[in-house]
């Protein structure tokens, strides 16, 4: 069967690739010389062939600088850290992000440790993130999280009033495969259960408490979504992914903005049960809600 972007013109065919990107903002780019074809700075006007290959040196962007010089330590042993981890901040560094993460802020906090992170956040997620402080309590936290026998608790700002008090959902969880490469789905993927509880109810919003039993990426996020319940701030699930695609344009409106929400998305990691890696011993860690999720239960009307 023929690719159905075999013979695109080159700023058409990387627009649809590239979803950062609008069709401006690629054809600026080429016109850059920044890309490449068939070993030559290419034209937005060529035709592309199936199998060629495309160079793309994107610009340098300078990262702002991070608004965080340290982070509040909620646990700390000979080998354990845990940290309350903002709500605009990484777990770790990427191409574009290296400043303004959780292992870059603890380099600066602790020189003399070199925490190793044994689970993730998502970035727009706060609170409890566990790090190792050596590779055999690495290898041993890791093993636990692994077999789901840390105990997880979430609480979540959701859109609309939930009519049952708990819930089990047990609904698989898989990439979506859209056009959003990022976003997950419902219903087709690997086995993700979550308990929920409703913590309390407003004129159109509830406060919820979930229990991930798996590990799936985004599982609270998209079992909430799925149940008609999308948390408040959260754009790659409210709707069909646009407000992410906007947000990542930066072309998010006041009108977006009100239609989220909230400038993030309403999920906290409240608390993690594990077991110390020597003793054995049950540690309970927990974070306090942060200023902004406290400011969203209050202006929403609901109280934890």
């Avoid at 605009?88 to 290296?98: E, G, I, R």
């Avoid at 566990?130 to 997880?152: D, G, M, N, P």
């Amino acid at each position: 069967m023929q690719d159905p972007q075999d013979g695109l013109r080159l700023d058409r065919y990387l627009t649809a690739r590239l979803h950062r990107y609008s069709r401006n903002k690629v054809q600026e780019l080429i016109e850059s010389g920044q890309v490449f074809l068939r070993g030559r700075s290419a034209k937005a006007s060529q035709r592309v062939s199936a199998g060629e290959t495309i160079i793309i040196r994107y610009p340098r962007r300078e990262e702002p600088p991070c608004p965080h010089q340290t982070l509040q330590v909620l646990y700390e042993d000979a080998e354990i850290l845990a940290v309350n981890k903002p709500g605009d901040t990484l777990s770790h560094p990427t191409d574009k992000a290296h400043r303004n993460t959780v292992t870059s802020i603890l380099r600066g906090q602790f020189p003399d440790l070199a925490p190793r992170l044994v689970h993730r956040l998502d970035r727009e997620t706060s609170g409890v993130l566990v790090l190792a402080k050596s590779r055999e309590a690495a290898r041993a936290l890791t093993e636990q999280f692994a077999a789901h026998v840390v105990k997880k608790e979430y609480w979540a700002i959701a859109l609309g009033q939930i009519s049952w008090a708990a819930k089990t959902v047990d609904i698989p969880v898989g990439r979506e495969d859209l056009e959003v490469k990022v976003r997950q789905k419902a219903g087709s993927g690997q086995e993700a259960r979550t308990e929920f509880e409703r913590l309390a109810l407003s004129d159109g919003f509830s406060l919820v408490k979930a229990r991930p039993l798996t590990g799936r990426l985004h599982q609270i996020r998209v079992h909430l979504a799925h149940l008609g319940h999308p948390i408040l701030g959260d754009k790659l699930y409210a709707g069909a992914g646009e407000y992410y695609m906007k947000a990542v344009r930066r072309q998010l409106t006041t009108k977006d903005r009100l239609a989220l929400g909230a400038e993030r998305q309403m999920l906290h990691s409240r608390a993690l049960g594990l077991a110390q890696p020597s003793s054995g011993r049950e540690l309970l860690i927990e974070a306090p809600l942060p200023r902004d999720f406290e400011d969203c239960l209050a202006r929403t009307g609901l109280h934890g």
